[in-house]
């Protein structure tokens, strides 16, 4: 069973469109990490969220932690072509101890 | 470019084959992970060494083992391989034994079992 659920599945937007990802843990988290992968490609790390309620951006992506619900969400503003790929999750989990487990993957389309 | 280096890029071979897939952390790091991706299971965790010990295990099967040599690289070993075998096999480094750490992947390795 996956220890990280993520939703939606895929989303295909309009440029321009904001979008959210969610990330939702069936265990405590130690730590939250957003990556993105190009399709067949290696995963480029985009943010680390460890405090609950701690909120980071970058450029246009922003990331949030909910703790207490052991959820994250990834929200894209004004999506751009660019931005197109598969969004995942990955965290420790305890008490996992050491496995650094990843999501289910969202496969985003931005259409120009 | 993460700094982390898999070979080969891609492997083709038959069912019942065994094949060693390799790589080399970044430079300092001394955690690594594995990783195999395929369309239907998503990105799972294999196993992870650190300094040459082995830390954490994940959905590894018993025909694939892994070791991490003094130079701190890594290899994956993938015996009496089957059709299902067939995806996209990351490696990935990170400065942290356990913990909070940002994990930096390779290119991925992609096998494929006819």
């Known amino acids: 069973s996956q220890e990280l659920e993520q939703s939606p599945q895929s989303l295909i937007v309009q440029e321009g469109k904001n979008l959210t990802i969610n990330c939702t843990s069936s265990?405590?988290?130690?730590?939250l990490y957003w990556y993105k992968q190009k399709y067949g490609e290696g995963l480029i790390f985009l943010m680390m969220?460890?405090?609950?309620?701690e909120e980071k951006s970058h450029e246009k992506i922003t990331a949030k932690l909910d703790e207490k619900k052991q959820q994250s969400s990834l929200h894209i503003t004004a999506s751009q072509p660019s931005h197109a790929g598969i969004y995942l999750c990955g965290a420790q989990t305890l008490p996992s101890g050491n496995q650094f487990y990843f999501g289910t993957g969202t496969s985003l389309t931005v259409i120009p | 470019d993460s700094g982390v280096t898999q070979t080969p890029k891609h492997l083709i071979t038959a069912t019942g084959q065994r094949v060693t897939l390799r790589c080399s952390p970044r430079?300092?790091?001394?955690?690594v992970y594995w990783y195999q991706q395929s369309l239907d299971q998503g990105l799972q965790f294999l196993i992870q060494y650190y300094n040459g010990e082995e830390r954490a295990k994940g959905n590894i099967l018993e025909r694939f083992s892994a070791q991490q040599f003094p130079d701190l690289h890594s290899e994956l070993n993938l015996s009496s391989l089957e059709l299902g075998d067939s995806a996209l096999y990351f490696c990935a480094s990170s400065a942290a034994g356990s913990g909070a750490g940002e994990l930096f992947f390779g290119e991925g390795s992609r096998l494929t079992v006819l």
């Open positions: 265990k405590t988290l130690y730590g």
């Open positions: 969220l460890q405090k609950g309620g």
């Open positions: 430079s300092g790091d001394l955690s």
